[in-house]
């Protein structure tokens, strides 16, 4: 079992920044790809970035690329997300998932961003 905290939610103007952190309870945490999802009101939940569990390789939606980065310490079992530039349509809930390929998905409870205009 996989614990995930996130952390570092808020109210922001658009243009500002937040970094979102999520920290694992899991020993194994550099085995584990990690992303970033996020579920506005009545929407679905999508991603918005990815960092795999090796080299790190990254991927983001593309409605956030170029204004948000992923990144992971290994030895702070932590995946964090750097928002800048932010806008009203980035408001949603966000949440941090722990995959691989030998054991099920984990998600956290998620953390509120809201962007005011």
């Known amino acids: 079992q996989v614990q995930l905290v996130e952390s570092g939610g808020g109210a922001v103007q658009a243009g500002g920044s937040l970094r979102l952190s999520c920290a694992a309870s899991?020993?194994?945490?550099?085995?584990?790809?990690m992303a970033w999802y996020r579920q506005a009101p009545g929407k679905q939940r999508d991603m918005v970035a990815t960092?795999?569990?090796?080299?790190?390789?990254?991927a983001y939606a593309d409605s956030v690329k170029g204004r948000f980065t992923i990144s992971r310490d290994n030895a702070k079992k932590s995946v964090y997300l750097q928002m800048n530039s932010l806008k009203p349509e980035d408001t949603a809930v966000y949440y941090c998932?722990?995959?691989?390929?030998?054991?099920?998905?984990?998600w956290g409870q998620g953390t509120q961003v809201t962007v005011s205009s």
């Open positions: 998932k722990a995959y691989s390929g030998y054991a099920p998905d984990y």
């Open positions: 899991t020993s194994t945490f550099s085995t584990y790809h």
């Open positions: 960092i795999s569990s090796n080299i790190g390789t990254t």
